[in-house]
């Protein structure tokens, strides 16, 4: 069975969004994530930022690329609730750990919360989704 008829046999909820915004929501989330992440990164290659407060910012993206292959590659739902919350926590972890680091980067949390916004949704979308198909 391939992904797409796959994820349209599976039981959502009444809020599930129209397929359609997906695309259009993760590209300008992609766009914020590249500057303020990128922004992180640069800091601490150039040694103006530890690289602990830069850690949460690569697992966050390490957790982010994985959902894809876990939800539609191995089409397993459980690994991906799993992995969402770990996007989720990271993300938290990242933005508290700026905001506390660097006051000069505090634009990083303010530019980074529709992204906190968009993955608790996607977080109680994907635990829903789970739950629904146990």
């Known amino acids: 069975m391939n992904t797409y008829n796959w994820y349209q046999?599976?039981?959502?909820?009444?809020w599930f969004p129209p397929s359609w915004l997906f695309g259009p929501v993760w590209t300008v989330l992609y766009a914020i994530i590249v500057v303020s992440f990128g922004t992180v990164f640069y800091k601490a290659?150039?040694?103006?930022?530890?690289?602990?407060?830069?850690?949460?910012?690569?697992?966050?993206l390490i957790f982010n690329f994985a959902f894809t292959p876990l939800q539609f590659g191995l089409k397993n739902?459980?690994?991906?609730?799993?992995?969402i919350v770990l996007v989720l926590g990271t993300l938290i972890s990242?933005?508290?750990?700026?905001?506390?680091?660097?006051?000069?980067?505090?634009?990083?949390?303010?530019?980074?919360?529709?992204?906190?916004l968009w993955v608790t949704f996607a977080t109680i979308?994907?635990?829903?989704i789970t739950y629904l198909n146990r």
């Open 9 to 14: 046999t599976l039981i959502k909820p009444s």
């Open 45 to 60: 290659f150039t040694g103006k930022l530890s690289w602990i407060v830069a850690l949460p910012f690569a697992l966050n």
């Open 77 to 83: 739902n459980l690994l991906a609730a799993i992995d």
């Open 94 to 116: 990242a933005l508290y750990a700026i905001w506390y680091a660097s006051p000069d980067l505090h634009w990083v949390v303010y530019s980074n919360t529709p992204y906190l």
């Open 125 to 128: 979308l994907q635990l829903t």
